[in-house]
């Protein structure tokens, strides 16, 4: 939605002049807006927008859950905050050091988004299989996620 009513807004429409940057900004806002719309019509339809009042949180789980996940967002945090940071310096040397970094920092972001894949699909595996009492197992596939 996002990819057809972005060139609409900024080019513009028969009769309505382009807005560019700015019609960028608000094609993203609608289709951000008609896509939240679309899920909660889904979740409405399928009864599932009260289940979330139905859980209760214990101060135990959420405690050893916030120290399990945080230093794993924090490096998330980090590793998005340090092109604003390096950005600071590279705009001394105009728009072409930025569209370099921009580059640089995507085609970072695809290895990073592999292995964080690869991460994530160890931690559940070997998750599951301690929870069944299968250490083993759980220790074998932690290594099969390396090869």
Partial sequence: MNLVITPLLIFGITGIPGLGIQGAAY?????????????????KKRNLTNSIFKYKFKKDIS?????IGLPISLN????????????RFIADYGTTGLAAVGISHRSESIAYQITMGFSLAATILVGQNIGAG?????????WKTLE
Avoid: H, Q
Wanted: aromatic residues 14%.
């Fill in 27 to 43: 094609a993203a806002l609608i289709s951000y807006l008609i896509a939240a719309i679309i899920g909660y019509v889904i979740l």
């Fill in 63 to 67: 405690f050893e859950t916030l120290k």
């Fill in 76 to 87: 998330g945090v980090a590793f998005s905050m340090i092109y604003v940071f390096v950005s």
């Fill in 134 to 142: 299968k250490a083993d197992r759980a220790e074998k596939l932690a």
